[in-house]
């Protein structure tokens, strides 16, 4: 049984004449009876009664053709899907970022794509990287944007941009005489963390080596859930904290409340990269994404990228 022989019998039901049938399906008379012939003898019954003045279905040729209708439908269903599959740009597009990414970059982001690629829908979500590389490796995310590094086994990462810290402090923090801030410094001081879980807190850390050895009892660590909460908490007069580029002046605070320093060179940095299945089957999707990425990111490609 062939979806060729389907449209045959359909056909023929409609036209109830063999040289009409054949002509729509763009086939000889005897090409089409054959195919017909042959379907009944493999399902040993007769589908149509057959005269020299018509041709009309039995009882159970009816129910045959209804259902090789149905079939045709889904069989053309499924033609669609593929040709819908071929355009790389219409089909939903699920990324996830990392929280220290994510609100920065989204507002950003989302314009920019529905310019370049307004038929693909795109959903988004924010989350700890570990949650990021569990959703990436199930399919429940198309891609992620992280920071490097970021290991994962059939998995390609691209980095996009890098991005330097900086230092956070009120306004009438003694700091703010400073053109740049000594990272080693800031252990001895009050400095807001971002709580476990978060990759930008152990960048943090490994930026201020003795402040992760716990031991020094000179330093206050407070620990928050997001970097807008560090803001406040700063804006509060709390202590002094890091952040990325792309966070510094995403605030609406008026001027006098907070200051931003570059801290000495050579200052930290991380990498932020887009990662995605080896296997994703839509490839021109990621490179639209990366690209748009990297048009709307506040900080220069990686050197990477640029090289």
Known sequence: MTLTELRYIVTLAQ???????????????????????KLEDELGVLIFERSKSAVRLTP???????????????AQGIRELAQAGKNQLTAPL???????VGP??????IPQLHRVAPQMPLYIEENFTHVLRDKLRNGELDAVIIALPFNEADVLTLPLYDEPFYALMPSDHP?????????????????LLLGEGHCFRDQVLEACPTLSKG????????????????RHMVAS????????????NSHHYAPGVIEVRPLTAPAPTRTVAIA?????PRPKAIEILADSIRLCSVVKPSAEQSA
Do not use: M
Not at 60 to 74: P, S, W
Not at 94 to 100: D, E, P
Not at 215 to 230: A, F, K, P
């Open 237 to 248: 007069g709390l202590g002094v904290s890091i952040l990325p580029l792309s966070a510094v």
């Open 94 to 100: 699920k990324v996830g970022a990392i929280y220290t």
């Open 60 to 74: 159970v040729g009816e129910g045959i053709v209804a259902q090789a209708q149905k079939v045709l439908e889904q």
């Open 276 to 280: 995605w299945r080896a296997s994703f």
């Open 175 to 191: 700091w703010t005489a400073r053109k740049t801030i000594d990272a080693a410094e800031l252990n001895d001081k009050s400095l």
């Open 104 to 109: 920065y970059l989204f507002p950003h982001l």
């Open 215 to 230: 031991g020094d009892s000179r330093h206050t660590t407070v620990e928050s859930s997001s970097l807008e909460t560090i």
């Open 15 to 37: 036209e109830q004449h063999f040289g009409h049938a054949a002509e729509r399906c763009h086939v000889s008379q005897p090409t089409l009876s054959v195919g017909v012939k």
